[in-house]
C-alpha cells in the first residue's frame, strides 16, 4: 500500500522523520508494530506492517477519533462537510457536544485543522479551548479520511498509558516511541505544559519500558530532544543515538522557526 498522508495535523508530529526512516529501520523484519504516543501516526501511515498494528494514546478523543475513521469514515466525512471556516463556526464547533462517534471525528478533525497550529489543548474541565487558526487557504481532500481507514483496517486502537500494550510484546516486533517532551532543545528549561503532561519521572519510567522491550527481544525507536539529561535517561549499551536536524513548526505567528536538533535511541543493528 502506498504512504498514507495523516488525516490529522499533530503539533510535535513526525512528517519531518520520515524521510529518514529507511537509514533507521534499514531492511528490518519485524512482526507486530506498536506505537503507543500516536499524536497523527506520521510514522505508522508511512509504513507497511506486515502483521498486526496496536495504536494508542492517552487522549480520547483522539483514539475516539481513529476509531470512528476506521469504522465509519463516509459518516465522519458526511458530518465534516457541513463545518464552514469562519471565525464564528469554529467557536460553535468549539462549544457544540456532540452525539455519536462520527459526528464527535468530524468536530475534532475540523478544529484540529482550523485551530492555531493544531495544537490539543483542554481547560481544567476537559474542553478544547485553542483559539481560531485564520487558516483563510485552508483546503482539506477528505480522500485523506477514507485513505487512513483502509489503512486502519483491523488496527487495534486503545486509550491507555504508553504501557497499555506491554504484555502483548513479543520477539522481532517493533515499538515505535513519541513521548511528549518534557525538556526544551539544547537548554536546560522544562517544557511548562508538557512537563505537567509528561513528567521528567515519566521519561525515567520510559527508559525502564525500554529495558522490557529489549528483553522482549523485540526492537524499538525512540525520538526525544537532543537534551543532556535525555542522553543520560535514554542511552542503553550497544544501541545507537542518531542524531538529526529538522525545523521547529511551533511558535506564534511571529517566532522566528529555527533548526533543532533530534535524538533518535534505537536497537535495530546498524545496515540490518
Not at 17 to 42: H, M, Q, R, T, W
Not at 148 to 168: H, M, N, P, T
Amino acid at each position: 500500500m502506498p504512504v498514507v498522508e495523516p488525516f490529522i495535523r499533530w503539533a510535535g508530529g513526525k512528517n519531518w522523520l520520515v524521510k529518514s526512516l529507511d537509514n533507521i529501520i534499514g531492511d528490518l523484519c519485524y512482526k507486530n508494530y506498536y506505537e503507543p504516543f500516536l499524536g497523527g501516526g506520521a510514522i505508522f501511515f508511512s509504513m507497511d506492517h506486515p502483521f498486526h498494528s496496536y495504536l494508542s494514546d492517552t487522549n480520547q478523543d483522539l483514539i475516539n477519533t481513529y476509531i470512528a475513521v476506521r469504522d465509519d469514515p463516509y459518516e465522519v466525512i458526511r458530518f465534516f462537510l457541513n463545518y464552514l471556516n469562519t471565525e464564528d463556526e469554529y467557536y460553535r464547533a468549539r462549544s457544540a457536544v456532540p452525539v455519536n462517534l462520527a459526528e464527535q471525528a468530524a468536530r475534532f478533525i475540523f478544529l484540529n485543522q482550523t485551530s492555531f497550529n493544531g495544537i490539543y489543548r483542554v481547560n481544567r474541565e476537559g474542553q478544547y479551548n485553542v483559539p481560531y487558526g485564520h487558516r483563510t487557504n485552508w483546503i482539506y481532500d477528505c480522500d485523506r479520511i477514507l485513505n487512513a481507514s483502509i489503512k486502519l483496517q483491523k488496527v487495534k486502537l486503545k486509550c491507555c498509558d504508553f504501557e497499555g500494550y506491554k504484555y502483548r510484546i513479543k520477539k522481532s516486533d517493533l515499538v515505535f516511541l513519541d513521548p511528549p517532551y518534557t525538556v526544551s532543545h539544547n537548554n536546560n528549561g522544562f517544557i511548562e505544559y508538557n512537563k505537567n503532561l509528561f513528567s521528567i519521572e515519566d521519561q525515567y519510567r520510559l527508559s525502564r519500558y525500554i529495558e522490557f522491550i529489549r528483553k522482549r527481544g523485540a526492537y524499538y525507536i525512540l525520538t526525544n530532544a537532543a537534551h543532556p539529561v535525555i542522553k543520560t535517561i535514554f542511552q542503553k549499551d550497544n544501541d545507537r543515538l542518531i542524531e538529526l536536524n529538522r525545523h521547529s513548526l511551533i511558535g506564534g505567528r511571529k517566532a522566528k522557526r529555527e533548526e533543532i536538533k533530534e535524538y533518535i535511541f534505537t536497537n535495530i543493528p546498524r545496515g540490518v
